[in-house]
């Protein structure tokens, strides 16, 4: 009867809420999810999707020509786990990090999701703006409209207002506050593509230290 019990027996296992955070940033291909949690395996992601399906957490859908792929994407009850997702990684922003950890395999969009997770409505409120992150290799897209900031894999759908390219090192810095937007730029470690005051804007949102203070979870 317990509803916390009920909850653990779908997300509880073991990669399955990182199943979760992987479709938070938009529908995914079983060999995306596969290269995202590669030491998960094929057969345990198999089972955990079908549990998620089951649940009616996530479902499967075609996408349109040209792709014509199958991709896995949550549903309207699985978005609900978002603030869920967004609580754990301000509590474990809290958490040493394992010195056997690669930090070099970084993902700059992971960072960025958690950076969001906080960004305060008065700042979006009045935005409907997307800017476009190309960090190293990676690809993906913010979105803030009418107080609310998501951050989504790949190219921008629609044209951004912002384009701005650096590296993971720069990135990191830049959503933590060690550098500002305008040094970034000066200092050519940041290539940008919309206006400087847009740049500005968009690493006032993606404010890491702000969103773990934030989410932090106090007793009452």
Not at 16 to 29: A, H, N, Q, S
Not at 42 to 51: D, E, F, I, V
Not at 71 to 88: A, Q
Request: net charge neutral; proline share 6%.
């Amino acid at each position: 009867m317990c509803p916390v019990a009920r909850s653990l027996d779908v997300v509880g296992e073991r990669w399955t809420l990182l199943i979760v955070r992987e479709l938070l940033l938009g529908p995914k291909r079983n060999k995306d999810l596969l290269a995202a949690l590669s030491a998960m395996g094929s057969n345990r992601l198999a089972a955990r999707l079908q549990g998620l399906q089951d649940a009616g957490v996530v479902r499967k859908r075609m996408l349109p020509a040209p792709a014509e792929v199958q991709v896995y994407e949550l549903t309207e009850f699985g978005e609900r786990l978002r603030p869920v997702i967004y609580c754990l990684g301000a509590w474990g922003s809290e958490l040493p990090v394992k010195d056997d950890v690669d930090r070099g395999a970084a993902r700059a969009e992971l960072i960025a999701l958690g950076a969001s997770a906080a960004s305060p409505p008065e700042l979006t409120a009045e935005l409907d703006e997307t800017y476009e992150l190309h960090v190293g290799e990676e690809r993906f897209h913010v979105s803030a409209r009418h107080g609310t900031v998501l951050v989504r894999s790949g190219p921008s759908p629609v044209v951004p207002d912002l384009l701005a390219e650096c590296d993971l090192a720069t990135f990191f810095e830049l959503v933590t506050g060690a550098i500002t937007p305008a040094r970034a730029a000066r200092e050519g470690r940041a290539r940008v593509v919309g206006g400087q005051a847009l740049f500005t804007r968009a690493f006032q949102l993606l404010n890491y230290k702000h969103a773990a203070r934030e989410l932090r979870v106090v007793p009452a």
